[in-house]
């Protein structure tokens, strides 16, 4: 063969072994995109210690979680409850890293995903719970669209009711509805008797609210009374209203996350039940109120249609008068809203429930900052209070100086701090009763 010839030859044939070698890498890459099924989604959780304000200056110890940061190894966000909201996309593959940095042990439990028996968050049967400075890593994939939730799944009875819980969003590949916006609405309780308890074997503030409290023994569930009844963590005024626009269509994922039976009901509207528990309902229920048992989740898609402000609020009685309510509102209606208004000492109130849990902490610093917030408070409602009744407002102001005066001296401070909390209630019931005579 000539020269020439064989050059040729051997051009042409590398040419197609790199044809051939080219194709074969790419049918590989294919199937490795296909078994990846989507991207990865990667979260890192931790959960701590907090203070969970319910309304402002009402605190309860509790457990949250929060986004943590591994390349600091250090929180990315402070914990909270209810949980940050983990969103993915259907079909991405998804990895929950858990940090924990709690004294008890925890797993996450993904309610409503098909997961996998190692990724199932059960206790000493999938997993062993995962300790104080440990990490455990879940791992799936995001099936089907849906509204799901994350909790604790050690003592069900105690760790979810203490805010490890969290909403679980996977959003749907193609828009199923046209909507204007979206709320979620995760529904739970309190006791606050179980803060007493936690609180005190961990050696931690127990909170303003469960402060007074009194515990016979241990704290035993089968007699748990709920106190506080939240939507997002907080309770009535307190819970943001959702605005909406008048003809704007909204979905309001509903998930119960606590313990107990709510009714749903909207006042002025109705709502089409379109899924339940992550899954589409063929022929969606046109409804005005509706009951949600512990674990379930509903999506519901609401027609604003009957411009005003509107109650929302669990049915059931007590649970709504123990803060489980909320209002809607309609753009045009902004300004006459006056739930959400609040006594200009619910400010005061906030600072005052930190200086308590700086004191239990020996905080001194923090304490003299609180301080100063509260007296910056008071006198920013001396045009509205001391016109008709300065001398209240006059022993308010002196007892905080009193407790300004007293931080070097923690057996005469605690003194001082009651006596501030009494004049700050009395004012709250003077600035409440509407009479300023």
Known sequence: MKKGSIILFISVFFCLASIVVFAFNAKHEAASAQTTKGGTKVFHLYAADMEQEVSK???LYSWGFGLWDPKK?????????????????????VKV??????????TIHFHGIDNSFAGDGTPEMSQHPTLKGDSF???FDAKHAGTYFYHCHV?????PEMGLYGAFIVEPKQTKYKTDGEFTLLLSERDPLLSLAEGTEAHQYVGTAAEHLHLE???DTTERKAKYYTINGKVDPEIPPLHVKEGGTYLIRLINAGSEVHTFHTHGHHFKVV????????????????????GEKYDLL?????????????????????GMHMMMVYDQYHEKINHVSMSPVSDVKHHLALLKQYQFEKNYDSMKLETNEIIKGIQGFYSIAASEHFEEWTALDNAAAVVSKQLNSPAAMEKAINDLEQKINAMEQILQSGDMS
């Open 73 to 93: 190894n250090a929180p990315a966000s402070p914990p909270s409850v209810p949980g940050p909201e983990i969103r993915v996309k259907e079909g991405d593959h």
């Open 155 to 159: 003592e069900p009875d105690r760790h």
């Open 302 to 322: 609401l027609k604003a249609d009957n411009p005003g402000i509107w109650p929302i609020h669990c049915h059931m009685g007590p649970h709504t008068t123990h």
């Open 57 to 59: 200056g009402t605190t």
């Open 217 to 219: 023994g241990e704290y």
């Open 275 to 294: 899924a339940s528990d992550g899954r589409d309902i063929s022929h969606p229920m046109t409804k005005d109120s509706i009951t949600i048992g512990p």
């Open 97 to 106: 890293v858990f940090h924990n940095q709690q004294k008890e042990v925890h």
């Open 137 to 139: 890593t879940y791992e």
